[in-house]
């Protein structure tokens, strides 16, 4: 899973920073659990800061991480579906 072309809709591109977007992804390719198909990020500013808390339903996964950058309030999931791997935001779902 997830070894697929990585591709994010326009409305990510557009409402999350670059930096996040590519923290994102890392945290998915360093992740050392099985990997569902479904990974869930929520983003929230926390002192000025961008706090993500990274999360799987199978097998459970949560770990929070606080980022120095612009933060955003959103939810974001990256779908992968064996033939692509796709970021976009909750409301796309």
């Known amino acids: 899973m997830f070894k697929n072309q990585p591709y994010l809709t326009k409305r990510v591109n557009e409402r999350i920073p670059l930096l996040t977007q590519l923290f ?3 945290l998915i390719e360093k992740l050392d659990e099985p990997k569902d ?3 869930f990020f929520y983003l929230s500013e926390e002192n000025g800061r ?3 808390v990274h999360k799987q ?3 459970e996964y949560c770990k929070e991480y606080l980022l120095d950058t612009k933060p955003v309030t959103e939810t974001v999931f990256v779908i992968d579906d064996g033939t692509h791997t ?3 935001l909750g409301e796309e779902y």
């Open 37 to 39: 198909y479904i990974q």
């Open 50 to 52: 961008q706090k993500i």
């Open 57 to 59: 339903e199978q097998p």
């Open 86 to 88: 796709t970021m976009l």
């Open 24 to 26: 994102l992804w890392n």
